[in-house]
């Protein structure tokens, strides 16, 4: 029964998910797991995101593709999977009329091993809401009633589709640190958002997901370090592209032009940045507006959607 | 794990927050409770004016189906249509779903309350008529009760195949007109199937909600014989069947989108 222990808690291979419409949301994606690991979905809107955690979830049967979590497949073998399981959808679902006390003690009737709900209220900070109806919560509180629910049962998995989405900065935080709990707990997390910032920061790995497809995968820094740092200046006056050095020479590997501003792109950032200015010490001319940064996941996600824009 | 949830302890908590909910919802409870309660009696100078006797039935006998018709179709039928659309709606039935709750389960419990007061209102509007319209005690009571319990499985599972076409809360008013007034016509709850021409009556016999208020006012008056009741059952049954599985088929747990 227990053969999950040194397996890949979720595993995904080829997974597809094509809608009643003919739409395909997701395009054949393939990723696992390990127990214990936060694993960031990052991509913009529409990149397919909720569309394959629903199918973790188990809401929905992949239109092709196989997914495993603890072993089972979480639609057909739903009883198998659920009591181990914690879900936070992206808009929480609860009836509006129901205090947020009564939400929670219903929803630990149907929780296998439920904590008492006053805790998991007390561990997200609603507390001293409990008789407040849902309907009055703030948006950012009912995200966290709804966190609350995905941890009644102590879950091995939990699913968390754009946790901090609505929350104020400190509220984001207060659910990062919950998240790094869980996982040094030994939870397995897996969470989507469009927040790089929230990737970076709590991810283990993550995969870059864009039109349906995952378009890098690996740690922050791995997925970083496939990008190239940025280098963008204003030509000074009077000067043109041909007057730099030659830009192979610098080490850069890719250049635009747009009106006077130049942006280069280079694997070797301190051999291009040193190469332009002392050309620019030589010349005797100012390098306006200059901006020199290395990768990051930032760039390597703008790179990422520009890229593949360009393709379609 | 300490405690491991059972169907029973799933259903019932998932039960307890919807009667919450039910006593919440003032509209819900007037077209729930109200106006099945008020109905009957509006009708009652209309059966007043007909020719009851002359078709083998008393007042009374036309009334206590008529009351238990309404409360079926008003109290189950119509404000459990609302329930599911609603629930849908605001995801509740989707984030249901995620949880260790089985289909089934989800769509019993959020009944259960409306279903239970539909059963309660029934039996209290049978002994208001027994008292205030002379209805002798039933015949056949097994009879009876059995038409009332298919007739709230029955309604209930044909509400949750009608929310499946209901897209908000207040077009449910509309989707639920071609049940509710088919039935009062045709299934012999505002008039009795003895009273249209008998073959015409024999093809109303065949209406989800007929073979319901037959059970009743035949168990009440004992004039259903053997094979009449049996087919009454086997008419019931096979209308419940046909909408659970209509409901397994083109039940919606989301809104579309």
Request: hydrophobic share 45%; proline share 5%; aromatic share 6%.
């Amino acid at each position: 029964m227990n053969t999950d222990e040194h397996e890949h808690v979720i595993e995904v291979t080829g997974l597809r998910r094509v809608y009643g419409g003919g739409f395909e949301a997701v395009r054949g994606i393939s990723f696992a797991v390990d127990r214990g690991e936060v694993f960031a979905l990052l991509g913009t809107n529409g990149a397919g995101k909720t569309s394959t955690v629903e199918l973790l979830e188990g809401l929905a049967p992949p239109s092709d593709g196989r997914i495993r979590v603890l072993g089972h497949d979480p639609y057909t073998e739903r009883a198998a999977v659920r009591p181990r399981t914690g879900v936070m959808l992206q808009e929480g679902g609860f009836p509006s009329e129901l205090t947020v006390d009564e939400t929670a003690r219903m929803w630990a009737g149907c929780v296998s091993g439920a904590r008492p709900p006053l805790e998991v209220l007390e561990l997200v900070g609603l507390a001293r809401r409990t008789g407040v109806r849902v309907k009055q919560l703030s948006g950012g509180e009912r995200r966290r009633l709804d966190l609350a629910l995905a941890l009644l049962g102590d879950p091995e998995v939990l699913f968390l589709d754009e946790p901090t989405t609505g929350l104020d900065a400190e509220g984001r935080r207060d659910t990062w640190e919950l998240v790094r709990t869980l996982r040094d707990r030994g939870t397995t997390v897996l969470l989507t958002t469009h927040y790089l910032e929230e990737a970076e920061d709590l991810a283990d790995r993550l995969a870059i997901l864009h039109e349906g497809r995952i378009a890098a995968t690996g740690t922050p820094a791995e997925v970083t370090a496939a990008q190239p740092a940025r280098i963008s200046f204003e030509l000074p006056e009077g000067y043109f592209v041909g007057d730099l050095p030659p830009l192979g020479e610098l080490g850069v590997s890719g250049h635009e032009i747009d009106g006077n501003v130049v942006r280069l792109r280079t694997r070797e950032l301190q051999r291009t940045a040193t190469g332009l200015l002392v050309w620019a010490e030589r010349a005797g001319v100012e390098l306006r507006r200059l901006d020199v940064r290395s990768a990051s996941l930032e760039e390597a996600f703008l790179g990422i959607a520009a890229r593949e824009e360009v393709a379609v | 794990m300490s405690t491991v949830t059972t169907p029973a302890s799933r259903l019932g908590a998932l039960a307890r927050a919807e009667f919450t909910l039910l006593g919440r919802s003032k509209a819900t409870l007037v077209a729930a409770v109200l106006v099945p309660l008020a109905l009957p009696f509006s009708l009652r100078s209309v059966v007043d004016d007909m020719d009851v006797e002359e078709a083998g039935l008393s007042v009374g006998l036309v009334l206590l189906p008529a009351a238990v018709g309404f409360a079926l179709l008003f109290g189950v039928y119509g404000a459990l249509v609302a329930i599911y659309t609603s629930r849908r709606e605001e995801l509740v039935l989707k984030r249901l779903r995620t949880g260790e709750l089985r289909d089934v389960e989800i769509l019993c419990g959020t009944a259960l309350p409306i279903g239970a007061t539909g059963l309660t209102q029934s039996l209290v509007l049978v002994a208001a008529s027994t008292v205030l319209l002379d209805v002798p005690a039933p015949h056949a009571p097994h009879l009876a009760a059995l038409g009332l319990l298919l007739g709230l499985v029955l309604c209930a599972a044909l509400a949750a195949v009608t929310a499946a076409v209901t897209r908000t809360v207040e077009s449910a008013q509309v989707t639920t007109l071609p049940f509710v007034i088919i039935s009062m016509v045709l299934s012999g709850v505002a008039v009795p199937l003895e009273m249209l021409p008998d073959t015409f009556a024999s093809v109303c016999e065949l209406l989800p909600l007929s073979p319901v208020i037959t059970l009743v006012r035949g168990g009440w008056a004992g004039t259903l014989s053997a094979y009449e009741a049996l087919g009454a059952i086997g008419t019931a049954v096979a209308w419940t069947v046909l909408a659970v599985f209509a409901v397994q088929r083109w039940f919606r747990w989301e809104p579309r989108r």
